[in-house]
């Protein structure tokens, strides 16, 4: 069974250009997180999609903002790009069975922002 | 708000030596305790995890103990490896909501 896969792996853009990542999760899972991991700071959670609906975000600006699509993959997009977006951004998907609830990652997308 | 605090790494031991990575956390409600580990070039990976107080997660020798009085899971391995070298983070998952919050992860390094 597939993992959870992001694409693509790096990324490089220059301040106010606009960054497109994406998420596909494990195969049945419905919910899609997104954290971003800033040097130094840690994971923060970003935004929450479920069922095709964004259900919870973080404390971002808006012009981070994403999407899922109906087969449940997800984007993530940055908007006006700013040096300090740079960071490894984490895809999760989220699988509730019997009561235990296991999330699995990806391995990112490390966008630089130059 | 929920949150995760961890020892600022990195720690940096010699193979065999005994490990401690402290995590305390402030939640509303009772929470489910996580630890998760990053391997170099790699996503998360959860490694162990403790559903209600007094629960003990173990996983490759890892163990980590949910208390509740001190509010603490504390991350212990009796020998450290070359290969436990990674990032750890823990985590905190509030009763029916499936968000984690996360620590700020700390960075183990073990030398030979």
């Known amino acids: 069974e597939a993992g959870v896969t992001q694409s693509p792996t790096h990324l490089i853009k220059t301040r106010g250009q606009q960054a497109t990542l994406r998420c596909s999760p494990i195969s049945g899972h419905t919910s899609v997180y997104w954290y971003q991991q800033a040097l130094g700071l840690g994971l923060q959670f970003l935004l929450w999609y479920d069922e095709g609906e964004e259900r919870n975000r973080g404390n971002f600006p808006p012009r981070f903002s994403g999407r899922q699509f109906p087969n449940y993959s997800s984007e993530l997009n940055v908007n006006a790009l700013e040096l300090e977006d740079s960071a490894l951004y984490l895809c999760?998907?989220?699988?509730?069975?019997?009561?235990?609830?296991?999330?699995?990652f990806g391995q990112g997308t490390r966008l630089t922002v130059v | 708000g929920d949150s995760v605090t961890q020892m600022e790494g990195p720690v940096t031991l010699s193979e065999e030596a005994f490990l401690t990575i402290n995590c305390t956390y402030t939640?509303?409600?009772?929470?489910?305790l996580f630890w998760y580990v990053q391997y170099p070039g790699e996503g998360l990976q959860l490694l162990l995890k403790?559903?209600?107080?007094?629960d003990k997660g173990s996983n490759k020798g890892f163990e980590a103990t949910y208390r509740k009085e001190t509010t603490s899971f504390h991350l212990e391995k009796g020998s450290v490896q070359v290969s436990d070298s990674a990032v750890y983070f823990c985590a905190l998952r509030l009763t029916g909501r499936r968000a984690l919050t996360f620590g700020s992860g700390t960075r183990l390094q073990v030398q030979p």
């Open positions: 999760a998907s989220i699988l509730t069975l019997q009561g235990s609830t296991e999330a699995f």
């Open positions: 403790a559903t209600k107080a007094d």
């Open positions: 939640a509303t409600g009772y929470p489910s």
